[in-house]
């Protein structure tokens, strides 16, 4: 594996030095740009001068309420923009083009028919070496390339006006020449109108023509069936069978009218008679002669009675006679009462049987309809297809006199209109000076400079090697003041001590970190474990004893003490910590314990995370979760005391390095706790570090206090080389036997 070198790595670009090779070329430069500026000034000078004109068209519908036809809807404005560009193409067509050479004659025109320009041709010489001989080319040929040339058609932005500007060197043709264009293509596009209306009109002409064949056949079609079918209509449009059904209908009502009535008085009467009332009041009884006579003697004697009662008794043989001529006169009352009911009774059957009568009619009539009711349905269909081609005629009919009369005025309003006519232009449009001089100046300006920049940099004369100033490295990554008392760095005394062999080692031993902005130490021999250079010794009672002298040097490079990491992460400046082992992933779960336990003495909250023990938990975890087979709720734990979040392992023997799943849990557990450890196991090929060195976190390399610190450095530079920025150095926390 090869290595960037450190050198290479800081190099860095001198600003000063390129422009300072700038300004020492800057009158080279000014002398290039002044001349290239007054070759182009005497290049433009012999340009022939080009003056542009402008007429715009607008394309919309130009009919009326006083043009259109009175059965035709107002039509839509065409906003296609396909509608545009064909109105364009027309105008730009060979035969609108050739009417504005025969209207301005601008064959005898020399800045059109090629005369203007006549003289050596490279391409024409180059054809005669060839041995081909250059096809004659026609004067109209000539002109219409040259007025293509100097004619642009060109559409104003969402909208339906299209401009023809047109270039000449005289600025009064260019004018002429932009007008005659617009009013040919209005003229033309006239033209067209007209010719699709006579056309038109031709077809009309022969359509009407076979209608009124199609129109006679079917009315006389219809007048057939009505006379066959004898489907003939009387009043009110109606037919005759259904004046019948009416006329037989009411009357069959009527006299089931009579005959009710004729039955109930017949049953009052005799109802009366029945019950021995009188039947005077009945206005069938009073209507009969005879019980009009007997009612008048009845009356007549009911008189007498009464005078006579007056002065005889009710015995007297006068009185009894009367009585009993009463009581005859009532009786032959109720007997023609009788008569009178049976009469009615009479009458009621005469109408029963009148009714019957008409029943049969009925039924005559309405076996006639149905038969007339179904060729109704084909008459129907006859009227329909005859009223059909009726209206289709007069339809047809209207829109040719319409046709007609237009064409016959040749009148015809275009869907194009000049809405603005071209002036002469009093200024050049053609060639710009000023912008092209402009556009010259700092193109060679910014070319210039652009090689000399380019020049210094391949010679190397603009790079310069970058060294880190000494204030940066000399600057304190917190400050002193803000550490709690059992958080503050002490150096330890200067003491001649050497260690004892066979003792057992201190409690506890505070692991060293590294800081790249530390001062650099000197360095040591490879053979020298990292336990001498990094530890901080504590001065105990079996330490005092001096075997062997220690040297109590500065933190070597790249390392910081465990109480300036514990400092980081009580005061805020570190959030994730990530772990990495130099040889196995017990260091770092050491270290972990360290971290975790000072973290919660400080009352913050912590979030462990072992994403690179390889042990199988009975607890789902990091290796489930990179799977998808559970959730991110399902993966944090509790630990044993409750204390702090708990990531383990999980079940699975590897974590998916694909899944990004592992990486949000680790976002989300860092907007939750303040504290996040990750444990990613041994450098090498097992190690998670890779997933996880993208975050914003702090990586560690935690090795044992056995260790050779070459090893170790050397690992941290292949690890800041792969990616990972910088990285730490941190020793593990020596083991207590329980």
Request: contains cysteine; proline residues 6%; charged residues 25%.
């Amino acid at each position: 594996m090869t290595y960037e070198s450190p050198a290479v790595r800081d190099a860095r670009i001198d600003v000063g030095a390129v422009l300072g090779a700038v300004f020492k070329r800057l009158p080279r430069i000014i002398l290039i740009t002044l001349l290239l500026l007054a070759a182009a000034f005497v290049f433009l000078m012999f340009q022939p001068r080009l003056y542009e004109s402008s007429a715009s068209i607008l394309i919309e519908p130009r009919d009326n309420v006083y043009t259109r036809a009175s059965n035709d809807a107002v039509a839509p404005n065409p906003t296609d923009a396909s509608v545009v560009s064909s109105q364009m193409e027309l105008l730009k067509s060979r035969d609108t083009l050739l009417k504005v050479v025969d209207q301005l004659d601008l064959r005898s025109v020399p800045e059109f028919n090629g005369s203007a320009s006549g003289g050596f041709s490279p391409m024409a010489v180059i054809t005669q070496m060839l041995g081909r001989k250059s096809a004659p080319v026609s004067v109209d040929e000539i002109v219409l390339s040259t007025l293509y040339d100097r004619m642009t058609v060109i559409q104003a932005r969402d909208s339906r006006i299209m401009s023809v500007l047109v270039r000449s060197t005289n600025p009064q043709l260019a004018a002429d020449i932009a007008n005659a264009v617009a009013n040919a293509h209005v003229t033309r596009r006239a033209q067209l109108s007209l010719s699709d209306t006579a056309e038109a009109s031709t077809w009309l002409r022969e359509e009407i023509d076979k209608l009124r064949v199609r129109v006679t056949d079917a009315e006389r079609a219809v007048a057939d069936f009505k006379v066959n079918n004898d489907l003939f209509t009387g009043g009110n449009n109606t037919s005759l069978v259904d004046q019948q059904l009416s006329t037989i209908a009411s009357q069959i009502s009527a006299a089931q009218e009579r005959k009710n009535t004729a039955l109930s008085r017949a049953a009052v009467i005799r109802g009366l008679l029945d019950r021995g009332q009188p039947i005077d009041s009945l206005n069938d009884v009073r209507q009969s002669p005879a019980i009009q006579q007997l009612s008048e003697e009845k009356a007549r004697l009911q008189g007498e009675k009464a005078q006579r009662s007056a002065t005889l008794l009710d015995n007297h043989p006068t009185i009894r006679a009367l009585t009993a001529q009463i009581a005859e006169l009532n009786n032959q009352i109720a007997i023609e009462g009788r008569r009178v009911a049976e009469a009615l009774e009479a009458e009621a059957q005469v109408e029963a049987d009148v009714e019957t009568s008409l029943q049969a009619d009925l039924t005559r009539v309405k076996s006639s309809a149905s038969t007339a009711t179904q060729d109704t349905v084909t008459l129907d269909g006859l009227q329909r297809e005859a009223k059909a081609q009726r209206d289709l005629l007069e339809g047809y009919l209207q829109r040719y006199n319409e046709a007609i009369s237009r064409t016959d005025s040749n009148s015809a309003l275009p869907d194009v209109r000049v809405i603005s006519v071209a002036a002469p232009s009093v200024s050049p449009a053609s060639p710009r000076t000023t912008m092209v001089l402009l556009a010259v100046g700092i193109v060679s300006v910014a070319l210039q400079v652009g090689i000399i920049i380019f020049s210094e940099l391949i010679s190397g004369r603009a790079i310069v090697p970058g060294a880190r100033p000494q204030d940066e490295l000399e600057a304190v990554p917190f400050s002193e003041d803000e550490l709690e008392p059992d958080q503050r760095w002490e150096e330890p005394a200067v003491a001649e001590v050497a260690p004892v062999k066979d003792e057992p080692a201190p409690e506890r031993v505070e692991p060293v970190v590294a800081v790249q902005d530390e001062p650099v130490a000197p360095a040591k021999p490879a053979e020298e474990p990292v336990q001498a250079i990094m530890a901080e010794p504590e001065i105990t009672a079996e330490t005092k004893a001096p075997a062997e002298p220690v040297r109590a040097n500065l933190p070597p490079a790249n390392t910081i003490s465990y109480s300036q990491l514990a400092s980081d992460l009580v005061l805020g400046r570190t959030h994730l910590v990530i772990l990495a082992g130099q040889s196995s992933n017990e260091d770092c779960e050491d270290l972990a314990e360290e971290l975790v336990g000072d973290a919660l003495a400080k009352g913050l909250s912590v979030a462990l995370v072992d994403a690179g023990s390889g042990r199988a938990s009975d607890e789902v975890g990091l290796t489930d979760l990179s799977t998808e087979s559970v959730s991110f709720g399902d993966v944090v734990h509790k630990s044993a005391d409750n204390s702090f979040a708990e990531i383990p392992w999980g079940q699975g023997t590897a974590i998916d390095r694909r899944s990004s799943k592992p990486i949000t849990l680790i976002e989300a557990l860092g907007d939750i706790y303040e504290v996040v450890v990750i444990m990613t196991g041994p450098v090498g090929m097992t190690s998670t570090l890779s997933m996880f060195g993208a975050l914003d976190g702090r990586i560690l390399l935690v090795a044992p206090k056995d260790e050779p610190f070459e090893a170790i450095e050397q690992t941290r530079i292949q690890l800041a080389e792969a990616g990972f920025g910088s990285v730490e150095i941190a020793a593990a926390p020596e083991r207590v036997a329980a």
